[in-house]
């Protein structure tokens, strides 16, 4: 299993380092993080003393190694550069008294190039007092994090949603479930995909007898259980809802002759936290004709998927108002001349004296009017009518099915609503001229919302006749 995990596993020895922070605390050091911080020296100590005694695989894969004594030779090209403030966390952990420790650094490979890695290590049960075995678990998140730089970049305000687990171990016997395949097969079945559609319950009978024989501390955290006795008898807590579909394409593959897999699944912690995983299957050497021993890793992909669903929010919706965009409003105008339903009112809408806000309050202010519109239109109409922000501070009210009187008395609704939210806001009342209009026969949407537009510009221009002011004075957008 240590050999052939999917991640990155050191075994080493740190017994040298607990020698000398016993001499540390001797002479009266109790903050160590200062103490570490203020001399790379002395991390430099504590990294010369640690010993790494094994390495798998995945390890010299990863650093392109041949093996552990090439690795070990060249050790000070992969610990290097942005390493320094992570160790310093990393022993300050285990001098606080913790048997684990975690980080977030950089690796370099021996062929110099950059690793984003989540990095786990926990002195392993029985060697508490000496920490002479410490198991450490690399995760290479270089895509992930490649991709997080991106998006930070892009939308500051998006960073940090992507966070990364160490991961989950589970070690499972699936002989039970062979023995149910394999009966199958014996009966004739060859489309077994055509066999669980038709027999749904088989896959929850497969579910049930698979025998979960261990699971690895960041299991239990991962899922909140105290200890594995609570989690295995709360499986079905775990394993639920979505679960099912996912581990119903497993067992095809398991029918294929597939005995590696990876795919994406939904599991939930014991609070019913849901948790996105990406679950890496293996059933072990030599057991490959009864799947008695089976290894799953599961690395949390939450932030990822929550990132993923914030991004495809951004592509259709204005992040200040929380209406939806310009992109979303073509797109939903495009649809609906194809598909209708008719007519198609639209209503065009402005903000009155954004500028001037802006110039007398400054732009928190007209932000603040941008916002307080948009608080107004999302309770204006409900699906399958839209509101989308189309400019600096104009928006388009879009309401399928509907006539112009329906369409009047959207904007007697909005007259209304306006008048509510400038109670709470006396200081800078929110004004918006409007116009609406209905879709005719045979004509196109575009037309329909240039007509509206036309309503608009001039209700606009009544709004400042009435109120005595100079539009080009008062610097209306």
Not at 58 to 65: E, N, P, Q, R, V
Not at 407 to 417: D, I, K, M, R
């Amino acid at each position: 299993m240590f050999d052939i995990a999917p991640v990155s596993l050191w075994i080493e020895d740190y017994s040298a380092v607990r020698t000398l922070f016993e001499q540390w605390r001797a002479v009266g050091v109790t903050d160590v993080r200062s103490f570490l911080a203020t001399s790379p020296e002395r991390v430099r100590q504590c990294s010369q003393r640690i010993r790494v005694l094994k390495v798998n695989r995945k390890t010299l894969s990863l650093f392109g190694a041949r093996d552990l004594d090439h690795l070990m030779a060249n050790l000070d090209q992969v610990l290097r550069d942005d390493t320094f403030k992570s160790h310093v966390q990393e022993l300050a952990q285990l001098w606080d008294g913790q048997t684990s420790f975690s980080s977030h650094t950089v690796n370099y490979t021996l062929a110099g190039e950059r690793l984003d890695i989540q990095l786990h290590g926990t002195i392993l049960p029985g060697h508490e007092q000496s920490w002479d075995r410490v198991m450490v678990a690399i995760e290479d998140v270089t895509d992930r994090e490649k991709a997080r730089r991106r998006l930070v970049e892009s939308e500051n305000y998006a960073s940090g949603l992507f966070a990364h687990s160490p991961v989950s171990l589970w070690v499972e016997d699936f002989s039970a479930l062979k023995r149910l395949i394999d009966d199958v097969r014996a009966r004739g079945v060859e489309d077994f995909r055509v066999f669980t559609d038709v027999h749904e319950e088989f896959v929850s009978r497969c579910m049930n007898e698979i025998r979960v024989l261990d699971v690895n501390s960041r299991t239990l955290e991962l899922f909140g259980a105290p200890d594995k006795e609570t989690l295995l008898r709360k499986l079905p807590a775990v394993f639920r809802d979505e679960m099912e579909p996912h581990f119903r394409e497993q067992l095809i593959d398991l029918w294929d002759g597939k005995l590696f897999q990876q795919r994406e699944v939904v599991n939930y912690a014991l609070d019913g936290t849901k948790l996105h995983l990406l679950l890496q299957f293996s059933v072990l050497p030599g057991h490959e004709r009864d799947w008695a021993l089976v290894q799953v890793a599961l690395t949390d992909i939450t932030a990822r998927k929550k990132a993923e669903a914030y991004l495809e929010y951004l592509g259709s919706h204005d992040v200040l108002t929380r209406t939806l965009n310009r992109s979303f409003y073509i797109d939903e105008l495009n649809r609906l001349e194809r598909k209708g339903p008719q007519p198609v009112t639209i209503v065009i809408a402005d903000i009155n004296g954004l500028k001037a806000a802006n110039d007398e309050f400054g732009h928190v202010a007209g932000d603040a009017l941008l916002r307080r519109a948009g608080e107004v239109f999302g309770s204006l109409v409900e699906k399958p009518a839209s509101v989308a922000r189309i400019g600096g501070d104009e928006f388009a009210v879009l309401l399928p099915g509907t006539d112009s009187v329906v369409g009047e008395a959207v904007l007697g609704t909005l007259a209304e609503l306006l008048e509510l939210n400038n109670q709470y806001y006396p200081d800078i009342p929110l004004g918006i001229s409007t116009g609406i209009a209905t879709s005719r026969p045979g004509e196109r949407l575009e037309q329909t919302a240039k007509r509206a537009d036309m309503k608009m510009l001039q209700a606009k221009r009544m709004h400042y006749l009435q109120a005595n002011r100079d539009q080009r004075g008062a610097g209306t957008s």
